[in-house]
């Protein structure tokens, strides 16, 4: 079987930038595109151009540099937002609108005072009118999670035939279980007159910490398109991470789906990211966090030492990181410290080794961690013990 392409659509600078704290300035914003270009992104969402001068700016300036991927910008359901989009994005060499609007019972009530049959209206209105501007209009549907998948359907329907290219079926606030998602995904795949002239696109958020297996759910039930961002920023508690899908895809070969993402830029990528937005990356974070590829208990180091692929699924230098680390606690065996004296330059003998672990299992027990300088103090005292 033909494996099949996911597209990926980055929205670090959009949905991402949105985090308090996040808010990154023009020039840090052309790094971040430049780079996610390079990265082999297939779509950038740039920003929200009406949302503020500054973001319409960044848009635009982004739509001039990139040079492969889409450039892409947000709108709500109306003409002003879809007319400052299309200006922003004049200069992208291949510009995407992205337009649409709430459908979930409680965003028709709550948000728009209005009903389904005028929120459909307002959808295939919107859509017509970006197509106006440009060929590739993406349509979100609001809270897709929450919506009922009948009328969700009815929804998708009217925006195909308004012009829409892309379908984004976000779960906006991260509430469905990937069985769910995936089934809304097929659902619509089944139900929709016209979806074989559309993508169909996962937004999933991490509300319940379940935006990547929504997306990977959605994808392997038909969806061509995941939006996520680089380490998982976005609102709230976040949407998919962009460095988890693509690896997902990479090591499950049985899914016959794959990415054209540089893998091996992916920890350069996030470490970028966070240094821009001051937003620090949790230490266990999948395939990018500091104790991603860093083994600290002794059964593990022992495994490997032997054999890396004992307790790893990804050889680190295909997400670029140099190799996998041996911390060393009081948790560690003999076989780390041996490994860790070896690195440092000393060949020590079974006998040395008793000695000094158990010299070195007092200072570990006075320590969150053993660096290289303890180790070198460990074997200068035993050196000059044993004579
Ligand atoms: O989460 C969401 O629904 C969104 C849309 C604006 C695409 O970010
Ligand atoms: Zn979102």
């Not at 991260?174 to 995936?182: A, D, F, M, R, V």
């Not at 939006?227 to 998982?232: A, L, V």
């Not at 350069?268 to 590829?293: R, T, Y």
């Not at 065996?333 to 158990?358: M, P």
């Amino acid at each position: 079987m033909n494996s099949e392409k996911i597209e990926i659509f980055d929205t670090t600078l959009r949905d991402g930038e949105q985090v308090p704290g996040c808010k990154l300035n023009t020039e840090q914003k052309l790094i971040i595109a430049e780079k996610l270009d390079e990265l082999g992104v297939d779509i950038i969402e740039a920003g929200f151009p009406i949302s503020s001068p500054g973001d319409f700016e960044s848009v635009s300036e982004i739509s001039k540099l990139v040079r492969n991927a889409k450039v892409c910008g947000l709108t709500r359901a109306n003409k002003k937002d879809i007319d400052a989009a299309a200006e922003a994005l004049r200069y992208a060499k291949r510009p995407r609108i992205h337009t649409g609007i709430g459908t979930s019972d409680s965003h028709i009530k709550y948000k728009f005072n209005s009903t389904r049959e005028n929120i459909i209206e307002r959808a295939a209105e919107a859509v017509r009118y970006a197509k106006s501007y440009v060929e590739d209009v993406e349509f979100y549907a609001e809270d897709a999670g929450r919506t009922d998948n009948e009328y969700l359907a009815r929804v998708c329907e009217a925006v195909i035939k308004a012009g829409a290219t892309v379908l984004n079926i976000p779960d906006t606030t991260g509430y469905c279980l990937p069985e769910e998602y995936g089934q809304k995904i097929k659902y619509l795949r089944e139900n929709v007159k016209g979806i074989e002239k559309a993508v169909l696109s996962c937004h999933c958020h991490n509300d319940l910490g379940l935006a990547t297996a929504n997306s990977i759910s959605g994808a392997i039930n038909g969806a061509r398109q995941i939006e996520c961002t680089i380490n998982g920023l976005g609102e709230r508690a976040g949407n998919t991470a962009l460095e988890e899908v693509v690896m997902i895809l990479k090591q499950h070969k049985d899914l016959n789906l794959y990415t054209d993402v540089n893998s091996r830029m992916l920890n350069e990528m996030s470490a970028m990211v966070s240094d821009l937005m001051g937003m620090s990356v949790q230490p266990n974070k999948a395939i990018v966090g500091a104790n991603a590829f860093a083994h600290s208990s002794g059964i593990h180091q022992d495994g490997v030492i032997k054999n890396r692929e004992t307790y790893e699924i990804i050889d680190p230098a295909e997400v670029g990181v140099n190799e996998s680390s041996i911390i060393l606690t009081a948790r560690s065996g003999r076989s780390a410290l041996a490994y860790r004296f070896k690195h440092i330059g000393f060949d020590v003998t079974k006998n040395e080794l008793d000695y000094l672990y158990q010299e070195f299992l007092k200072i570990a027990d006075l320590k969150k961690e053993v660096g290289n300088d303890d180790l070198a103090l460990i074997m200068d005292v035993c050196s000059r013990k044993i004579g």
